[in-house]
């Protein structure tokens, strides 16, 4: 038996648009002989041609980010401040690990426009379509018209996204880990503010990760390669970053293929 791995997860860099630009990463390179200085402090008066082959010291990068940079795990502390009926809502490092290496399954919505918000009826359907029986703890990947759209300026405002019920849907069965190759889980907020704008209701915002109130999950965002997994037959690996009381951990999340 061979295992094999694919990549879910999007290169975190300074030039690939995956976020509004007031919430992009800023990563800054310091190459091996620009680190001296940082050499003197373990070894004071060592220069850079007794270093081997005179290359200085260790090529280091300096990292400015949000925890919602790249693809990371939103805890359900991210949504609300409570869940489960008023229970404290779960910060990333307080996520159970066998949450995060699971069986997994992947909706085809693809072909939906721009802002439709996705239905129960829509995830019935689609489970239905590609014969799978949802069980607790699967973990549920959303494949949008965002997963091709990475780097193109208006990425933030591609695919469709999943509504509360859509969601619900999953949790009330047991599901504990979703994900989507957009930026965010529900619509994305340029046309969620047009619906909200014509109709006064402000429930239509975040509906989506705010069902985490009444059942508490996390979700993967800004995933990659969808496009390129079958509907079910691996396991998603997706571990968070361990960072004490955070809403979310960026993650190397990866499909396992036995075959």
């Known amino acids: 038996m061979t295992r094999r791995f694919v990549d879910l997860s999007i290169t975190l860099c300074n030039d690939v648009v995956s976020d509004p630009p007031f919430l992009r990463p800023e ?4 190459k091996h002989g620009e680190t001296m200085d940082e050499l003197g402090h373990f070894f004071p008066g060592v220069t850079a041609d007794q270093t081997p082959d005179g290359e200085g010291f260790a090529a280091v990068e300096w990292v400015k980010l949000t925890t919602h940079n790249g693809t990371h795990l939103d805890a359900p502390w991210h949504f609300h401040p409570t869940q489960d009926g008023g229970k404290p809502s779960l910060t990333i490092d307080e996520i159970p690990l066998e949450w995060c290496f699971q069986r997994g399954v992947k909706l085809d919505f693809t072909a939906l426009p721009d802002g439709y918000v996705v239905t129960a009826d829509d995830v019935a359907k689609e489970l239905a379509r590609i014969g ?9 990947l959303v494949n949008t018209a965002a997963g091709k759209a990475l780097g193109d300026p208006d990425y933030v405002s591609r695919g469709c996204g999943m509504g509360y019920e859509a969601t619900i849907y999953l949790t009330s069965r047991g599901v504990r880990v979703t994900g989507t190759d957009a930026w965010s889980w529900d619509a994305p907020f340029v046309h969620t503010a047009r619906k909200v704008e014509e109709t006064g209701d402000t429930s239509l915002i975040w509906e989506g990760h705010k069902a985490g109130r009444d059942i ?19 396991t998603v690996s997706c571990f968070p970053h361990k960072i004490q009381g955070a809403s979310a951990g960026w993650t190397r999340a990866v499909a396992i293929f036995e075959d």
């Open 216 to 234: 508490g999950y996390c979700h993967l965002e800004k995933l990659h390669n969808l496009e390129v997994l079958p509907p079910h037959g691996f």
């Open 132 to 140: 799978h029986d949802l069980q607790p703890l699967d973990i549920v």
């Open 27 to 30: 990563i800054t390179y310091q």
